[in-house]
């Protein structure tokens, strides 16, 4: 919604430059999501060292996600 306010649209996403790192920062957001979803489940019913494992990826990809946050303000 705040983007849409700001006036970006999907064909945005097609830009390269500005577009393409926008595209990539909404496709780790949702792996990141996603590995969240993962790393709780198995937290809950599986091994400790691979919830381990996929809480420190999920933290990389979601350090990913801020850098990429930041260099779209900058």
Do not use: C, D, N
């Not at 006036?7 to 996603?34: D, I, N, Q, R, W």
């Amino acid at each position: 919604a705040l983007a849409y306010h700001r006036g970006v649209e999907l064909s945005v996403l097609s830009m390269p430059g500005y577009g393409t790192t926008l595209a990539v920062k909404v496709v780790l957001a949702f792996v990141s999501f996603a590995l969240a979803g993962v790393h709780g489940f198995v937290a809950a019913r599986a091994s400790r060292s691979m919830s381990r494992v996929l809480g420190i990826i999920g933290a990389g990809v979601s350090l990913a996600v801020v850098f990429l946050a930041a260099s779209l303000v900058l």
